[in-house]
């Protein structure tokens, strides 16, 4: 990833290591580097569409990503997203998980701002790339023209599954400086470089629900709008149609969890599917957790690849999943997955992501699964 004729860059800062660091090797390969630090979320103390100085004194991570930009000597704006974040992925999420699906808002959360609003401001800033963090690879093709998005080298930090969605003219104009990296040769360029958030700690698991407590967090969005009896005691039924007792309200509950079921029958029972229509949570034994086949829709291909006819690939049914081997097929506009031996945990509104060796060649939401 050598610069030519120095080209100029937009570059997501989030003020942790992993951004920081994408920053600093661009200006190392030669590129003129713009940061840009997107506020996500919510702050009541501070108004719609604030001043970049308001942004700075309320969020700790956006005044981190200012001092990293100094320090780099680079250019660094932060910009209000807080409306865009919550109508694009804050609010489907609640809606989704009062349907019974378990979404997943990073995947929404690329599409509509890191790789939706910033190529918007990326052209506007007249810039040849954007680039960010992730551990993910942009690789061209020169025999098929076309530039793909493929696997990053560390497998255990592979960011691919969540970027299915990013178009063929986006990924022309995207960089990820870690995509070859492993997050230990970050950390260390980092303390290298003596960057000050080296060792700052990771984000995990949704940013918007720091304490990972779904249920209570959808419940606190619902009483906003005086909605919180969409949630409510139901029937748990197993695969014979037998009622073993009652849950706690759905949202309470995911695909393939075993413990805090509330009921016993002799044998570890799993949630097999949640019915938002009914209000019932099926459950059933190890052995019916199998899945032969899934559907999908909403499916985007990287590099515009045909599935016309049946192929082989490589399927990841979530982001911790383990890839597995697939017959994979279009029908009309729905994609069909049809698993080499039974799978379990596959859950409705989740991502189906299609590999080819570490390419990946397609993607989309699963719909439904037998």
Sequence with gaps: MICENKKRVLCAMSGGVDSSVAARLLLEEGYEVIGVTMVLLRNNQVKENAEEDELLKAYPEANDARQIARDLGIEHVVIDYRRVFNDRVVVPFCNSYVCGLTPNPCIECNKYLKFG??????????????????????????GSGKYELHRGFDPKKDQSYVLYHVSQEDLAHTLFPLGSLSKEQTRMFAQQAHLKVAQKAESQ????????????????????????????????VDTQGNVLGKHNGLTHYTIGQRKGLGVAVGEPLFVLSKDSTTNTLFVGRAAET??????????????????????????????????????VHMQGEELVVDFTEPISAVAPGQAVVLYIDDRVIAGGTITSFT
């Design 205 to 236: 698991d949704i940013c918007f629900i720091p304490d990972g407590d779904y249920a209570e967090f959808i419940e606190s969005y619902l009483n906003c709008f005086d909605q919180s009896d969409l949630i409510k005691p139901g029937p748990i």
């Design 117 to 142: 609003a910033l190529h918007t401001l990326r052209k506007e800033l007249s810039c040849d790339y954007l680039a960010t963090g992730h551990y993910a690879q942009v690789l061209y093709n020169a």
């Design 290 to 327: 199998g899945v032969s086949q899934l559907r999908a829709n909403d499916v985007s291909f990287p590099s515009d690849d045909d599935l016309f006819y049946e192929s082989f690939a490589k399927v990841k049914v979530n982001y911790r999943a383990k890839l597995r081997d697939a017959k």
